[in-house]
């Protein structure tokens, strides 16, 4: 499979600072940010598969104008899959025919542009040769993490999330793991916020890399747009085995 990166700020401001979106081969989303604002129309229309890790914005804005753009032109549904929870908060608060219209209903029930699809945690989706797992983690709204396997390696991305042994466990239960994209969306000063917002800082992630037993390419993401070389002077200065470097937009990760 290969991952390119669409967005991975935590805001924006900024020729890189794109919000979480991961281009997957080229028919699958891993989150909906601003970034796929910067594909081309025929990137675009190959988009069939949507994986969303939750429902705050900075994951999900571009999923009202994709499904709206290439629907119409292309006659074909986009599938979104996440947790009941999240899938319930786009229908009620997005999809609701007043922020956008029901594209659920759109022509008609039976053939729509937008297609939602639950997954719970735990529970697999294959693509193909490729299956995409959901993970717990710890949020402030119903959320999950993905893992990405391509039948010859795996990739964990953990959405947002803060501390949260179930996810450290479902890492440690993926032996041949080769890859862990997670986010650290706050300085160590700003712990009280991190904890408050369920994000992690620099020293809790460090907690939660201490606890792996697997030893993947750690990509850190997610970094507040102005805080990040802050965060990655303080991610560079830990202690422990793995050495967490900070995905840019762009990267393409092949496994
Ligand atoms: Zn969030
Ligand atoms: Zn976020």
Not at 124 to 133: A, K, N, Q, W
Not at 162 to 174: G, P, V
Not at 202 to 213: F, K, N, Q, S, Y
Not at 226 to 233: K, S, T, V
Request: charged share 20%; with cysteine.
């Amino acid at each position: 499979m290969k991952l390119t990166v669409l967005g991975c700020s935590g805001g924006i401001g900024g020729e890189d600072s794109r919000t979480s979106s991961f281009l997957v081969d080229d028919d699958v989303l891993v989150d909906c940010g601003t970034g796929v604002g910067d594909l081309e129309f025929d990137a675009l229309r190959r988009i069939s598969h949507v994986f969303v890790s939750h429902s705050h914005l900075d994951h999900i804005a571009a999923i009202p104008m994709l499904v709206d753009s290439i629907g119409e032109v292309c006659h074909h549904t986009i599938t979104v899959y996440a947790p009941p929870e999240t899938l319930h908060i786009l229908r009620a608060h997005v999809f609701n025919w007043l922020v956008w219209p029901d594209f659920t209903a759109i022509p008609d029930r039976r053939h729509p542009y937008l297609h939602l699809q639950p997954v719970a945690v735990g529970e697999s989706v294959h693509l193909g040769e490729r299956l995409f797992t959901a993970l717990p983690v710890r949020h402030t709204v119903p959320a999950v993490a993905w893992c990405l396997d391509s039948g010859a390696a795996q990739l964990i991305y953990s959405g947002d999330t803060t501390y949260c042994a179930e996810l450290i466990e479902a890492i440690n239960a993926r032996p041949a793991l080769r890859h862990l994209i997670v986010e650290t969306a706050f300085p160590e000063e700003m712990r009280a916020m991190a904890m408050a917002s369920r994000h992690l800082c620099p020293g809790m992630l460090e907690t939660m890399l201490g606890e792996l037993t697997v030893t993947p390419e750690v990509h850190v993401s997610h970094l507040k747009p102005g805080l990040g070389a802050r965060i990655m002077e303080q991610v560079e200065a830990l202690r422990g085995k793995l050495r967490p470097k900070r995905l840019v937009r762009g990267q393409i990760i092949e496994f």
